[in-house]
């Protein structure tokens, strides 16, 4: 069985290395999801890439400065950020307009 498993790693290198990564990863993920229940189930909330600092006007050169692991870092700080901040005002807030549109249709 071992052999299968590193015999798949290999074959699923050029799709991983191409633009078909994410596809893969998803697909993976449902056709074995695990069973998890209801109430814990996670809906991701967001997520940054390069792209979003030339929104707030970094240079190319300041963006191409940061690593994936710089990026990572700065992903983390901002998950911090926003749970020590505004996350459970923010879920309390949406999730109560998201109920109340649901009252009026």
């Given at each position: 069985?071992e052999?299968?498993?590193?015999?798949?790693?290999?074959?699923?290198?050029?799709?991983?290395?191409?633009?078909?990564?994410?596809?893969?990863?998803?697909?993976?993920?449902?056709?074995?999801?695990?069973?998890?229940?209801p109430l814990?189930?996670?809906?991701p909330?967001?997520?940054?890439?390069r792209?979003?600092l030339?929104?707030?006007?970094?240079?190319a050169?300041e963006?191409?400065?940061?690593?994936?692991?710089?990026m990572?870092?700065?992903?983390?700080?901002?998950?911090?950020?926003?749970?020590?901040?505004?996350?459970?005002?923010?879920?309390?807030?949406?999730?109560?307009?998201?109920l109340?549109?649901?009252?009026?249709?």
């Amino acid at each position: 069985m071992e052999h299968q498993a590193t015999m798949a790693m290999v074959l699923m290198q050029p799709v991983m290395d191409s633009q078909w990564r994410r596809w893969l990863k998803e697909a993976i993920e449902l056709r074995w999801a695990e069973e998890v229940d209801p109430l814990h189930k996670s809906f991701p909330v967001t997520s940054i890439c390069r792209a979003d600092l030339k929104e707030i006007e970094f240079t190319a050169d300041e963006t191409a400065a940061l690593r994936d692991k710089d990026m990572a870092r700065i992903a983390r700080m901002m998950e911090d950020s926003y749970v020590e901040n505004t996350f459970w005002e923010s879920l309390e807030n949406f999730a109560r307009e998201v109920l109340a549109g649901k009252e009026s249709t």
